[in-house]
T-cell receptor, first 116, second 109 residues
Framework: DTEVTQTPKHLVMGMTNKKSLKCEQHMGHRAMYWYKQKAKKPPELMFVYSYEKLSINESVPSRFSPECPNSSLLNLHLHALQPEDSALYLC???????????????FGAGSRLTVL | SQQGEEDPQALSIQEGENATMNCSYKTSINNLQWYRQNSGRGLVHLILIRSNEREKHSGRLRVTLDTSKKSSSLLITASRAADTASYFCATSPAGKLIFGQGTELSVKP
């Protein structure tokens, strides 16, 4: 299995809702990532987990809460989002962890989030 | 913070022509990667070039790296309509993979 699977593909939520994005990989990768991408812009790094521990938080607002229940799963919990948080959220994984050299990322297809 | 700048921002060519995209970066690097993104989809890794390499080939892709100028280029030869996508360079300052602004390539049949 060489894929990163993200669910749901599309999500519409109100500003008072609580929802979660899920990501799964079975490649034995030790690092997992969340990126946010707005239209016509590059992906922006949000969080990095290395060996199931949060290693990088790029000053992301607390309304985004990541969770790594085990080495194959990564969640992004969403609460009290704003319309400007509408974007494509991309999960990725890599065999190597931060600082270990060349990290080639395998991306999922993304979850398109719309906040009303 | 932004690490890579790419030009052109958009490129439109005919099928069969070559496409060249350029990337400049700010800090020293150990390696540079190129990724492709089809519209609204995830990114796909294309090629990685290390700082001690000057050129690398993979099928119809040719990547060059000039560390003295802090720049890289991606050449796609004999382009196809299926090459239509956005292309991003990426570097790893402090171990984080950071993407350039990207080049939107359109290949017309």
């Amino acid at each position: 299995d060489t894929e990163v699977t993200q669910t749901p593909k599309h999500l519409v939520m109100g500003m008072t809702n609580k929802k979660s994005l899920k990501c799964e990989q079975h490649m034995g990768h030790r690092a997992m990532y969340w990126y946010k991408q707005k239209a016509k812009k590059p992906p922006e790094l949000m969080f990095v987990y290395s060996y199931e521990k949060l290693s990088i938080n790029e000053s992301v607002p607390s309304r985004f809460s990541p969770e790594c229940p085990n080495s194959s799963l990564l969640n992004l919990h969403l609460h009290a989002l704003q319309p400007e948080d509408s974007a494509l959220y991309l999960c990725a994984s890599s065999q190597g962890v931060q600082g270990s050299g060349a990290n080639v990322l395998t991306f999922g297809a993304g979850s398109r989030l719309t906040v009303l | 913070s932004q690490q890579g700048e790419e030009d052109p921002q958009a490129l439109s060519i005919q099928e069969g022509e070559n496409a060249t995209m350029n990337c400049s970066y700010k800090t020293s690097i150990n390696n540079l990667q190129w990724y492709r993104q089809n519209s609204g989809r995830g990114l796909v890794h294309l090629i990685l070039i290390r700082s001690n390499e000057r050129e690398k080939h993979s099928g119809r892709l040719r990547v060059t790296l000039d560390t003295s100028k802090k720049s890289s280029s991606l050449l796609i030869t004999a382009s196809r309509a299926a090459d239509t996508a956005s292309y991003f360079c990426a570097t790893s300052p402090a171990g984080k993979l950071i993407f350039g602004q990207g080049t939107e390539l359109s290949v017309k049949p």
